[in-house]
């Protein structure tokens, strides 16, 4: 089935760890992004990548980092985990990046609490 | 700085009746709108686009307006059934030379009760 896949589905962290969690697509999809998303703040994007080799800052990318070796991979890394990452992680993929047709499809979330 | 509003956060219709999801936006030059349906622990799913030019948008029983100018999309369900319990969010896509991002709304929980 065509899509996004996310791993690990949840994960316990402690504080000061370093985690990456990885997403990818197989609808060859040109533009990827993260975003997190809090109670009472809703979905902020984290990083964004347009293409493959391309990577951009959102509106929340301090402690975050991204890479896109590929079209279908995009890991988030964590450098260095804090409580305040604590958070569910979407992926999210689109054909192109900011078309007027641009429809967005969303992973099915990371789970991760720092402690 | 965009900010999307979704009023109210949370809703509760018995079977059969219409919803009306309301969302709103400050900054009205939008690229597309987008609303999604986020069910518990899930990601989101998209349910309807709107492009700029546009003024409605209609797939089933869901039908989306947007009215620019003053900032506002509304989605109504028609007929509404207990699978259509879930978080309905909006999201707004400004132009490519603001970003390349999607601000969302809160949601709106909704319950529909049998």
């Known amino acids: 089935i065509a899509g996004i896949t996310q791993a690990p589905t949840s994960q316990i962290l402690a504080a000061g760890r370093r985690m990456t969690l990885r997403c990818t697509q197989d609808?060859?999809?040109?533009?990827m992004y993260w975003y997190r998303q809090d109670l009472g703040l809703g979905l902020r994007l984290i990083h964004y990548?347009?293409?493959?080799?391309?990577?951009g800052k959102g509106e929340v990318p301090d402690g975050y980092s991204v890479s896109r070796a590929n079209t279908d991979d995009f890991p988030l890394t964590l450098a260095s985990a804090v409580p305040s990452q604590t958070s569910v992680y979407f992926c999210?993929?689109?054909?192109?990046?900011?078309?007027?047709?641009?429809?967005?499809?969303f992973g099915p979330g990371t789970r991760l609490t720092v402690l | 700085k965009q900010e999307v509003t979704q009023i109210p956060a949370a809703l509760s219709v018995p079977e059969g009746e219409n919803l009306v999801l309301n969302c709103s936006f400050t900054?009205?030059?939008?690229?597309?709108l987008q609303w999604f349906r986020q069910d518990p622990g899930k990601g989101l799913t998209s349910l309807l686009l709107?492009?700029?030019?546009?003024r409605e948008q209609t797939s089933g029983r869901l039908n989306a307006s947007l009215d620019k100018s003053s900032g506002r999309s509304t989605l109504y369900i028609a007929a509404s059934q207990p699978g259509d319990s879930a978080t309905y969010l909006c999201?707004?896509?400004?132009?490519?030379?603001?970003?390349?991002?999607?601000?969302f709304g809160g949601g709106t929980r909704v319950l529909v009760k049998p």
């Open positions: 999210a993929s689109s054909e192109e990046a900011g078309g007027r047709t641009d429809t967005q499809y």
């Open positions: 609808m060859r999809h040109n533009a």
């Open positions: 990548s347009n293409t493959a080799g391309t990577t």
């Open positions: 900054d009205s030059a939008i690229y597309n």
């Open positions: 709107i492009q700029s030019s546009q």
């Open positions: 999201a707004v896509r400004l132009g490519k030379a603001a970003g390349n991002k999607l601000t």
